[in-house]
């Protein structure tokens, strides 16, 4: 019991959820230093990120053995990124001429991303060696625990592109019907996601039986991928609801 409320047992698919709790408190007053000192209010989230990339051991323990798998140091980062970017402090440098600069280096980050992942320089003759060295490397330098400076930098160019493609949150297209479940899995990620992990569990005997061929997989993913909309929708519209006044 103790473990658990120190957040130092965390069961199978819920490694991700003690790390929210522990960042989220910080938001507030990270934000506002955000809003008083854009510069300054990076040196504390960058120190603990480099911190934790230069020491591994920069960790919180786990319950029976081991350390968390989403290191809280290193992730704080991400979380600051989008709070960052999400207070509009970018404003003025993407509607410059570098946002064209920034975008050209996102999709040249992802194409190389994909070739290297893919092994697809391992194809071309001369390169075979070359190509394994980049995805050692990589590998290497995209740690998920630590979050590592590759696959930040790869969070930060799909979402520049994504931003740049997509419409406005504000745009009509998000009205439309055929977004709703989209928008509604968005607005209560936490209650899908901890739906997910119980529909995670149920599908064991589900694949026990049925096997796991590309067909039973297919099959399972839908069903979880149609509950989970179902769940959504189900709370958001409790949240929706007014409560009865008692007489």
């Not at 409320?5 to 959820?17: A, E, H, K, N, R």
């Not at 919180?60 to 970017?85: D, K, M």
């Not at 330098?141 to 406005?168: D, M």
Request: a positive charge.
């Amino acid at each position: 019991m103790s473990w658990s409320v120190l957040m130092c047992y965390q069961p199978f698919g819920t490694s991700i959820l003690p790390m929210y709790a522990l960042i989220l408190p910080f938001a507030p007053p990270l934000l506002f230093w955000q809003l008083r000192s854009r510069i300054t209010a990076w040196i504390l989230p960058f120190s603990l990120y480099i911190a934790a990339q230069v020491n591994p051991g920069l960790q919180l323990p786990r319950f029976p053995f081991g350390q968390w798998h989403f290191n809280p140091f290193a992730w704080q980062f991400l979380f600051f990124f989008g709070l960052s970017a999400g207070t509009g402090g970018w404003g003025q440098l993407f509607q410059s001429r570098i946002r064209s600069i920034l975008l050209f280096g996102s999709l040249v980050t992802l194409v190389i991303g994909v070739l290297i992942q893919k092994e697809c320089l391992a194809a071309i003759t001369g390169f075979d060696g070359i190509g394994q060295t980049m995805k050692a490397y990589a590998t290497e330098w995209s740690n998920k625990t630590r979050y590592g400076p590759l696959r930040l930098i790869h969070f930060a160019a799909f979402v520049l592109i994504l931003s740049t493609i997509l419409p406005g949150a504000q745009a009509n297209i998000w009205q439309k019907p055929v977004f709703a479940p989209i928008i509604k899995c968005g607005q209560t990620s936490l209650i899908v996601y901890s739906a997910g992990v119980i529909l995670t569990f149920l599908s064991i005997p589900v694949f026990q039986i049925l096997g796991e061929s590309p067909g039973v997989v297919l099959m399972v993913e839908f069903d979880c991928c149609v509950l989970s909309v179902v769940f959504a929708f189900l709370a958001s519209s409790q949240r929706l609801r007014k409560p009865t006044p008692r007489i």
